[in-house]
């Protein structure tokens, strides 16, 4: 493997874990700033808010979507990726980082505080990365 496929395969796992860590406190975040019984006299309904909160977490990383850009352009430019295998690598990191923001969106509702929907979050996460079959040799590589 090239440097840059390492690289760009740990930023990606980064990225995935920091929108899961992010994704847990925003509910909880807003429970503690008891914002929740604001946000409840809306005219919106719960569905909404989650749809948001989740396109926020995802829209939250546009730096490091540069840095893997660069990464990537790198990584084409010298060799180290295929053409071709871009698209199908930004289309795995997007499943990854939707499956992962909506497993914190999930633990930010279900847990009492904000800190223990981060640890299951990142218990869960890491859990799944270091597991057998295709989710665990995809996501994170590096740390099997």
Known sequence: MSGSAWAGTFIA????LGLA???STSIGTERDKQNLRFAAHQPMDS????????IGTMLSMRLAWVWLGIIWGLGIVTGGMHVFALPLVLAAWVIFAAFSTMLGLWFSMVAKTTMRATVYTMLVTLAWGLGTGSSGSVAFPLWL
């Open 21 to 23: 860590v992010r994704a």
């Open 47 to 54: 569905n909404t808010i989650l749809g948001a909160k989740f």
């Open 13 to 16: 796992s980064l990225t995935i």
